[in-house]
């Protein structure tokens, strides 16, 4: 399997092509988009035009509907000039997937347009919706809604009560839950995201009180009889998708972070030494090693990601084998990479402390 290349497209039709074409921008932009905590609207433009927010949208939505490996390949290829704007991406990517649970109306209405972000954060615990007359009441506050500052509309996992209060069992006997979809308009948006790192996606809180949802803009996730779309994508679960996006944000900083090592290596002499950093040994030996954890570990995702893509094709279900090694892959491509980051920015040295080099957004 050719793991740079898994699925061939036109240059027209290509995401990862088209997420590659915008690296210069996005690199330009990195730094306003980290002292506003939010995608700049010139960047967010460019975003929309290279359709990269329609890459999980089914095609009957006007989306791309590409396959998993092409997805998580296009992110890190956005994640190697900032994480930020991936990370956003890789979260309305999955929010995106929610077009395939609603009626066709509904998802027109709220993912039909060029400029089209849909935002959630997980299940928090204050959170209960309660069936009433034509939908739901939904009372709650959520968390780290990545991209939400350039969202229009929001979503908010809900456990259902009943009127007392009481969890509504499903016919497992587990506690259900619905996913319900409003305007931000209706929510009360609460700027929390004051952090060291990541602070582009603005993954703030948002409040709702008692807000009446109609049934036609709620869905149970993963659910086969609420899903409306038969592709393959929407045999994966948006857990299995967030989990390979997000391990691909890693993977493409701690490429970018090597590669901008690997640079500085080629000039800069230690303090007390006379050579430079390349031709010491120590240096060339940990490089080799992160080199190698980098590329095994995506190895292994794409390897994990192509095995369930090619079982979803032939329309049968994910073995528990398969659904452990993606997990697996996702989580240890995750501390590979941060690994990878760690060697680079210890060799770097002073270099590592500025804040133009890769090595220094890396580690923030």
Not at 29 to 37: F, R
Not at 48 to 54: V, Y
Not at 136 to 155: F, I, M, N, V
Request: charged share 20%; aromatic share 8%; glycine share 8%.
């Amino acid at each position: 399997m050719n793991i740079d290349a898994p699925i061939a497209k036109s240059p027209a039709t290509d995401p990862v092509r088209r997420a590659r074409q915008l690296r210069a921008l996005i690199e330009t932009e990195a730094s306003a988009v980290e002292g506003a905590c939010a995608l700049t609207p010139k960047l967010l433009a460019a975003l929309h035009d290279a359709r990269l927010f329609k890459m999980l949208l089914p095609r009957s939505v006007g989306g791309d509907e590409i396959d998993p490996l092409t997805f998580t390949t296009a992110i890190e290829e956005i994640a190697r000039a900032d994480g930020s704007t991936a990370w956003c991406i890789a979260q309305a990517s999955g929010c995106s997937m929610a077009a395939a649970y609603v009626e066709p109306a509904v998802a027109q209405e709220i993912f039909g347009g060029k400029d089209a972000v849909l935002a959630w954060g997980p299940l928090g615990p204050t959170v209960k919706a309660t069936a009433v007359e034509g939908g739901y009441r939904a009372t709650g506050t959520w968390s780290y809604a990545s991209g939400s500052r350039h969202a229009q509309w929001l979503g908010g996992h809900s456990p259902l009560v009943d009127a007392e209060g009481k969890p509504c069992l499903g016919p497992d006997g587990k506690p259900t839950e619905r996913t319900m979809l409003f305007p931000k308009s209706e929510a009360i948006i609460c700027d929390v995201w004051q952090v060291m790192g990541l602070k582009g996606t603005g993954s703030d809180a948002y409040t709702v009180t008692d807000l009446f949802v109609p049934a036609r803009y709620t869905f149970t996730r993963e659910s086969a009889s609420d899903r409306r779309e038969s592709g393959p994508l929407y045999r994966f679960t948006t857990y299995q998708i967030y989990g390979s996006a997000f391990a691909s944000v890693a993977l493409g900083i701690a490429r970018a972070t090597l590669d901008a090592f690997i640079q500085i290596a080629g000039t800069k002499v230690p303090m007390l030494g006379s050579k430079p950093l390349r031709d010491n040994p120590v240096v060339q030996s940990k490089v080799a090693v992160a080199e190698a954890q980098w590329q095994s570990s995506r190895a292994f995702l794409m390897q994990a990601l192509g095995d369930m893509w090619e079982t979803a094709c032939r329309r049968e279900g994910f073995t528990l084998q398969q659904r452990a090694a993606l997990r697996l892959a996702a989580v240890h491509a995750g501390h590979q990479a941060k690994d990878v980051i760690e060697t680079a920015y210890h060799f770097a040295g002073g270099h590592g402390n500025f804040r133009k080099p890769a090595v220094r957004t890396a580690a923030a």
